[in-house]
């Protein structure tokens, strides 16, 4: 089993800066891709940021030169670098991974972490 454990997320000013982390447990798991997403009251489940195995990102719109996603292979660990944080930014984030167990691909998700961007 693959268990993800989030850390990082409070309350930031806006225009302030939050680093999320997102430790992933499993020996010998392959992911292939790993990520952020964020859902905010009354709203759905969107990504924010995500990294493939082989370090290819991509982004949301709204975060493009503000968010930027970083991984560690050989810790399993991946981050999300938050900067000029905006008060729409406010959600719980949510770590997701992609794991490939030769049979078959399973998503896994991190309990979330709340970040509100308030003055």
């Known amino acids: 089993q693959v268990q993800l454990v989030e850390s990082g997320g409070g309350l930031v000013q806006p225009g302030g800066s939050l680093r999320l982390s997102c430790a992933a447990s499993?020996?010998?798991?392959?992911?292939?891709?790993m990520g952020w997403y964020r859902q905010a009251p009354g709203k759905q489940r969107d990504l924010v940021a995500r990294i493939k195995s082989g370090g290819t990102t991509n982004y949301e719109d709204s975060v493009k030169g503000r968010f930027t996603i970083s991984r560690d292979n050989a810790k399993n660990t991946v981050y999300l670098q938050m900067n000029s944080l905006k008060p729409e930014d406010t959600a719980v984030y949510y770590c997701?991974?992609?794991?490939?167990?030769?049979?078959?691909?399973?998503?896994?998700w991190g309990q979330g972490t709340q970040v509100t961007v308030s003055s």
């Open positions: 997701n991974a992609v794991v490939d167990w030769g049979d078959t691909v399973e998503n896994y």
């Open positions: 499993g020996n010998s798991v392959r992911f292939n891709a």
